[in-house]
C-alpha cells in the first residue's frame, strides 16, 4: 500500500500533461470490463487519459435495462452515448474471470451473498454454462467468450444503444483477453468465434 500512496502523493508532478483534460473529455470508446485488478483497459489498448470511458462490474455484466429502474450501469451507458457521444462500445472478458467460473460450479450463496445475488439476479446461467461444452475445449475461456455474447446481446436492448445503433453511430465490439498471454482477441459476429485481434 505505501507505494500506492507514495505515487500518489507525487502524481500532481508527473501530471503536468493532463491539464487540457480539465476542459472535458472526448473519449473514443465505452470499455466494459471485468473488475478484476489484472484487466486494465489502457495498458492493454495503449490509451492515455481521456481516451477511454471505463465501465467496470464483476464478471463484466451488462445489467438488462428495465424502464423506471435507475442502476450505475445504465447510467454509465447512456451517459457515454447520449452525452460523450462514444462510437464504439468494447465489452471486454478475460480468462481465469472468477465470476464466469462461480457461474460454472456455483459454491454456497450464503459464503459471498452479495456477488451470489448479483450473479443471480443478472445472468442467464443456462447461456453461459452451455458454451463450456462446445465452443474451444476449455470450458472457462469458452463460457467467457460465451458470456461476452450475452453481454452483447443485453446491451442492444438498452434504449440509447438501440437508438444509436438504428441510426448507424456506433459500433459494439467483443473482446477475450488472456491474462497468461497478454493476447486479446476479438468477435467475428458472423460466426461467433474468438480471433486473435
Known amino acids: 500500500m505505501q507505494s500506492l500512496i507514495d505515487n500518489a502523493r ?3 508532478e508527473r501530471a503536468q500533461d493532463l491539464r487540457p483534460l480539465a476542459d472535458g473529455q472526448h473519449p473514443h470508446a465505452l470499455f466494459i470490463t471485468c473488475s478484476d485488478s489484472r484487466v486494465v ?15 467496470r462490474t464483476a464478471g463484466n455484466i451488462v445489467p438488462e435495462y428495465e424502464e423506471g429502474r435507475g442502476s450505475g450501469e445504465t447510467a454509465t451507458i447512456e451517459f457515454a452515448l447520449e452525452v460523450l457521444g462514444v462510437e464504439n462500445i468494447i465489452v471486454c472478458g478475460h480468462s481465469h474471470c472468477g465470476a464466469v467460473n462461480a457461474i460454472l460450479y456455483p459454491g454456497a450463496p450464503s459464503a459471498l451473498p452479495a456477488v451470489h445475488r448479483w450473479l ?46 438504428e441510426h448507424g453511430g456506433l459500433k459494439l465490439h467483443g473482446w477475450f483477453y488472456a491474462v497468461d498471454t497478454g493476447t486479446v ?3 467475428d459476429p458472423q460466426d461467433g468465434t474468438f480471433r486473435p485481434l
Open 41 to 55: 483497459p489502457a495498458l492493454i489498448t495503449g490509451g492515455s487519459p481521456g481516451d477511454l470511458f471505463e465501465l
Open 185 to 187: 482477441s476479438v468477435l
Open 10 to 12: 507525487t502524481f500532481a
Open 120 to 165: 443471480a439476479d443478472t445472468e442467464p446461467h443456462d447461456e453461459t454454462r452451455k458454451a463450456s461444452d462446445f465452443l474451444d475445449g476449455n470450458a472457462l475461456t469458452s463460457a467467457v467468450q460465451r458470456h461476452v455474447q450475452v453481454q452483447l446481446d443485453r446491451l442492444r436492448r438498452h434504449p440509447a444503444v438501440a437508438k444509436r445503433l
